[in-house]
């Protein structure tokens, strides 16, 4: 499994943050990387209160705590 891992803001209060993912089955760290803009676009139409910061791809851990992008 991929994992795009993002941080998203509060448009309203910059320093309040959080991490968030979502989960591709199937794919590359590359695949997500190439399907990763679109799917951050439709998130933030969805969420307009918020910013996404920073985001990366990268092999699913389950288990793992919070990251460090």
């Known amino acids: 499994m991929i994992e795009l891992a993002f941080v998203t803001c509060l ?3 910059p320093t309040d943050c959080e991490n968030r ?3 591709f089955q199937d794919g590359t760290p ?3 990387m190439m399907a990763a ?3 951050l676009a439709q998130w933030i139409n969805e ?3 918020w ?3 920073r985001w990366k791809c990268r092999a699913f851990k389950p288990g793992e ?3 460090d992008i």
């Open 21 to 23: 993912s979502l989960l």
């Open 30 to 32: 590359m695949s997500c």
């Open 37 to 39: 803009q679109p799917q």
């Open 11 to 13: 448009a309203t209060s």
């Open 51 to 53: 910013t996404i910061a």
């Open 65 to 67: 705590g919070g990251f």
């Open 47 to 49: 969420h307009p209160n």
